[in-house]
């Protein structure tokens, strides 16, 4: 969808002046590191590759149209309008997705070593193989959370 310069001093960053002379100086200061190391040497091949990666992201700010601000760097639109809502929704939702993975992983971590004898210890020093079985059953946490939210078993009683 291409981008419409509808918010106050926001331009599409492919047509941004700004946004293109950061990209020039981005890459011009990776090149210039560049010359420091030998041709094929690690640093020089690890280098190569960030110049690719720097300048394909570049491109699909513009590509995808993100809107650029006078700075020429590229500003996360949120009010509402449904042309905007890629640049933020799938973004914010794969964050509490794994913020809630995280959290249930704690959970999962903290009701399994309770009954255990010196369960403050276990915080501290963690139990490497038992937290590692936790991760994989961790990513349905959605669903485990609704069944416990249902068991009511989501909230500790003794608290």
């Known amino acids: 969808m291409p981008a419409v310069a ?3 001093d926001l331009t599409p960053c492919k047509e941004s002046k700004q946004f293109a002379k ?26 190569n ?10 491109d699909n700010y513009g590509k995808y149209g993100l809107l650029c601000g006078a700075d020429g760097l590229p500003h996360l639109i949120v009010n509402g309008d449904q042309r905007h809502l890629g640049e933020f929704i799938t973004p914010g939702l794969l964050f509490l997705y794994i913020a809630g993975w995280i959290g249930w992983l704690g959970r999962s971590y903290l009701i399994a070593i309770s009954d255990e004898k010196k369960p403050a210890m276990k915080e501290i020093i963690i139990n490497v193989p038992l937290a590692s079985r936790l991760i994989f059953p961790g990513f349905i946490w959605p669903v485990a959370a609704y069944r416990a ?11």
């Open 149 to 159: 939210l249902l068991n009511g078993d989501l909230i500790a009683k003794d608290v």
């Open 22 to 47: 950061r990209e020039k100086q981005q890459i011009k200061k990776l090149g210039s590191s560049l010359k420091l190391y030998a041709p094929e040497s690690a640093p020089a091949l690890a280098l």
């Open 6 to 8: 509808d918010i106050s």
């Open 49 to 58: 590759a960030q110049i690719e990666k720097t300048k394909r992201r570049l």
